[in-house]
C-alpha cells in the first residue's frame, strides 16, 4: 500500500530555511502527482504546493510563490519541499500527499483536493 514518511521539520527563526522530505513507496511513484500541504492549529489543511510526475510543472498556494520549492526526484522516489523566508504564520504541521484519482493534466486540482494519500506529518515552527 502506498506509504508516505515525512521529515525535515524543526523549529527555525522568521527568515530561515527549511527542507522538508518525504519518502514514497508501495507504488510506482513517478507515475503519480505530488504535493506538500499543511495544517496550523485551529485551522483546516490547505494545499501548499503540487508537481507534476516528471517535475516540469508545479503549482503553488498565493501565500508561499516565491518562497518555497517543491521538486522530485523521482529515481529515489522522494519528493521534496525547500522553504525560504520563513514567517510565523507558516507555522503548521506539513503533509505530503499523493492523489487518489487525480492525475495527469490535472495535477493542478490536487492543490485543491483532500482525496488523497497522507504522510504522518512532520511540524514545523517558525518562530518571530
Known amino acids: 500500500q502506498v506509504q508516505l514518511v515525512e521529515s525535515g521539520g524543526g523549529s527555525v527563526q522568521a527568515g530561515g530555511s527549511l527542507r522538508l522530505s518525504c519518502a514514497a513507496s508501495g507504488y510506482t511513484y513517478s507515475r503519480y502527482c505530488m504535493g506538500w500541504f499543511r495544517q496550523a492549529p485551529g485551522k483546516e489543511r490547505e494545499g501548499v504546493a503540487v508537481i507534476s510526475t516528471g517535475g516540469v510543472s508545479t503549482y503553488y498556494a498565493d501565500s508561499v510563490k516565491g518562497r518555497f520549492t517543491i521538486s522530485r526526484d523521482n529515481a529515489k522516489n522522494t519528493l521534496y519541499l525547500q522553504m525560504n523566508s520563513l514567517k510565523p504564520e507558516d507555522t503548521a504541521m506539513y503533509y505530503c500527499?499523493?492523489?487518489?484519482?487525480?492525475?495527469?493534466?490535472?495535477?493542478?486540482?490536487?492543490?485543491?483536493?483532500?482525496?488523497?494519500?497522507w504522510g504522518q506529518g512532520t511540524q514545523v515552527t517558525v518562530s518571530s
Open positions: 500527499a499523493a492523489p487518489k484519482r487525480i492525475s495527469g493534466v490535472y495535477c493542478y486540482r490536487m492543490i485543491e483536493s483532500d482525496d488523497n494519500y
